[in-house]
């Protein structure tokens, strides 16, 4: 097992993987008492070559890495990979490209809904995974043959994985379904994690102006303080005392001993007059300040028989054409069918109308019947 710890060396491996097809990525990372994931451990593997790279090791420059994720010639193979990707991005704005997510193909291929790495290991390879290192401190050093043992088959075994998904793909020609799932993945937004956005996170049923101003302003005041104290969120403030704040919109230090969400003594602490100036700047903000945002979804009433319905629907074409009920829709996705006149839902659009929106259209106007026929449930065109 090599584990680069030199530029030197880092440099010669990335030059011999940038000559593969594709190669397999994962990390090992810590994320519980930070902002920010700390990475440990970077796993990566071609079709005849594999090695670890240690991003703790002294002077280490991850460039080389980080260009040969922009490489375009290599493929990136990777599972589930929206957490690693967005330390790639935190570390050097670096998002894989081109990216295979197995998870996201598994799910196209029929394999259910976010299928684990284990089981999915399992299914394709018949391989088996030791688990004994999952949860160990990938931060400590020096790091052991179990660990080391660990972390590099999770890339050696998704050699196998990708090649089998890759195969399934090519003979169901659905390699273009997967192509826009991971069109998604490597949008930047994602990951770019705005303070201004921070409220986004939140859900809040109240959509008075000076609410959702306040809520707007005390999200970015938690999500700076956060970043440059590298904390997780929650440390500063829960999600809780954020809505708590922006309902009662306090004035003073008074009004924050009053609130049960917020931490007794946070009003003598430092950072309470930074909180309540980010509060007056929500509480003055008029309609006309506030980001556009889209009105809140209302079901028509006596609709519950149709999304029932329309979940059957999706049960079946699930089944027929062998993907993830959950990669094609949602319960929202069937509420806004059966409630709204032209839902504006990823379910009909694009390979999802193809295999199920158009279903979910005739079905909603009355030219689709469901039925059972031995055993199973069919569809039924109507005039």
């Known amino acids: 097992m090599e584990l680069i710890t030199t530029n030197e ?3 010669e491996l990335c030059a011999e993987l940038a000559k593969q097809r594709y190669i397999t990525v994962d990390t090992e990372f810590l994320r519980e008492k930070t902002f920010w994931p700390q990475l440990c451990l970077i796993q990566t593997a071609g079709q005849d070559i594999e090695a670890m790279i240690d991003p703790l090791a002294d002077g280490i420059d991850l460039a080389p890495f980080y260009a040969l994720l922009a490489n375009e010639k290599v493929l990136k193979v990777m599972h589930g990979c929206r957490q690693d990707v967005e330390i790639f991005y935190h570390q050097a704005e670096a998002i894989p490209k081109p990216l295979f997510d197995t998870q996201i193909a598994a799910m196209v291929c029929g394999f259910g809904d976010a299928v684990g790495y284990e089981t999915l290991i399992r299914k394709t ?3 088996k995974i030791d688990k004994g290192s999952r949860f160990t401190d990938w931060s400590q050093r020096p790091l052991s043959d179990n660990q080391l043992t660990y972390a590099l088959a999770d890339v050696t075994h998704l050699r196998g994985a990708f090649e089998f998904l890759e195969n399934e793909l090519a003979e169901n020609e659905r390699g273009a379904w997967l192509d826009e799932e991971s069109a998604l993945l490597s949008d930047p937004e994602i990951y770019a994690q705005r303070p201004e956005n921070a409220w986004k996170r939140l859900r809040m049923q109240d959509r008075r102006p000076h609410v959702i101003g306040v809520l707007i302003e005390v999200a970015a005041w938690r999500e700076t303080e956060a970043r440059n104290r590298n904390v997780p969120r929650n440390r500063i403030l829960k999600d809780d005392a954020l809505r708590e704040l922006a309902l009662q919109g306090p004035k003073d230090k ?3 001993t009053r609130l049960r969400a917020v931490p007794k003594g946070f009003e003598g602490s430092r950072y309470a007059d930074p909180l309540l100036k980010a509060v007056a700047r929500g509480r003055k903000m008029e309609k006309d300040d506030l980001p556009d945002m889209p009105a809140p979804a209302v079901n028509r009433p006596g609709i519950g028989p149709l999304v029932d319905l329309l979940k059957v629907l999706l049960k079946q074409r699930s089944e027929e054409t062998g ?12 509420e806004r069918i059966a409630s709204d006149d032209a839902p504006d839902v990823a379910a009909l659009k694009g390979w999802r109308h193809e295999i199920f929106g158009q279903y ?3 079905l909603k106007a009355g030219k689709l019947a469901l039925a059972s026929q031995d055993d199973a449930v069919v569809l039924v065109a109507r005039d």
């Not at 993907?323 to 069937?334: E, G, T, Y």
């Open 254 to 256: 008074r009004g924050l």
């Open 360 to 362: 979910a259209e005739a």
């Open 9 to 11: 060396a880092l440099k």
């Open 125 to 127: 390879t018949g391989g």
């Open 323 to 334: 993907v993830a009920p959950k990669l094609i829709a949602n319960v929202s996705d069937l």
